[in-house]
């Protein structure tokens, strides 16, 4: 397994979970400086994953871990469930050239925020096919840059489509979604998953990526989640993916990322 912290560039989401916020030169060299095997980014879209992002990792001697989504809905309220088809059709073209931008530095790309919700005029089952049909299809794109998609299940305040961890794997199977990975997000589990490690356990090959943040959205040590057996649980599944901290930069985003990296390094040693 294999560490990584959030960048963030997008001015809207300073507030959110994510430990660096000035800028991706910055961003890298503090990851290095610590010791972070790569860095995940939140840009603002395609077009904010610069061509010197290469260079700037090269230089820092870091690797990118991922590329997240969610300025499309950040910024402009797009998601995969809209009612609007139009709508629908601009989250996917967003969602698609950040999975090109981030498969042309060799990492993948993050459906979070931007799977959406149902309700209104659009039924659940509507939802479901409609998100479906979007990961069949930029599951596709990912893979012709010999990457996975990463598809995140949020917890019930943030969206009521798929919560669980294992709700999500059944779903990716039974629709027959290829190249598809489970993103399982410590914080989100916390809330809706009565054995986290257990849950990992369950979905075995599927899980892809892991955002290492506890109870509290602050970096793992700072909550109460037991990250021993899921460290356990993500061994035993032969997970070799990144451990990332997507969590708030409390008290300050280098201490943030100090106790994240500890964490990990003491995990490992485990």
Same mark, same amino acid.
């Given at each position: ?14 507030? %959110? ?5 000035? =800028? ?45 989504? =969610? ?20 989250? #996917? ?30 039924? #659940? ?18 893979? #012709? ?35 598809? #990975? ?40 700072? %909550? ?16 070799? =993916? ?29």
């Amino acid at each position: 397994m294999r560490s990584a912290v959030t960048i963030c560039l997008v001015s809207e989401a300073r507030q %959110g979970p994510f430990v660096f916020h000035d =800028g991706l030169e910055a961003g890298c060299r503090s990851a290095a400086e610590l010791g972070f095997d790569a860095v995940e980014v939140f840009p603002e879209s395609a077009a904010g994953v610069p061509a010197a992002l290469g260079r700037l990792l090269t230089a820092a001697a870091v690797g990118l871990a991922a590329v997240g989504t =969610g300025a499309g809905w950040v910024r402009h309220r797009w998601h995969l469930c809209h009612a609007d088809a139009a709508v629908r059709a601009q989250a #996917r073209e967003f969602i698609g050239a950040l999975i090109d931008a981030a498969g042309g530095l060799g990492a993948p790309a993050i459906i979070g925020s931007m799977q959406g919700a149902w309700g209104g005029d659009v039924p #659940r089952d509507t939802a479901l096919d409609w998100l479906a049909e979007a990961l069949h299809d930029l599951g596709g794109r990912a893979a #012709r840059h010999g990457q996975v998609l990463l598809y995140e299940p949020l917890n019930r305040y943030e969206t009521n489509l798929l919560n669980r961890q294992a709700d999500a794997a059944a779903f990716l199977r039974d629709r027959g979604i290829a190249n598809v #990975r489970l993103l399982c997000d410590l914080f989100h589990m916390n809330i809706e998953e009565s054995d986290m490690a257990a849950a990992i356990t369950a979905c075995g090959d599927l899980v892809g990526h892991v955002h290492w943040a506890d109870s509290n959205r602050r970096a793992i040590g700072l %909550g109460h989640t037991d990250t021993q057996r899921v460290v356990r649980a993500l061994r035993a599944t032969g997970f070799q =993916g990144y451990l990332s901290a997507e969590v708030f930069p409390l008290p300050t985003p280098l201490d943030a990322a100090r106790t994240t990296i500890e964490s990990i390094r003491s995990l490992m040693k485990g």
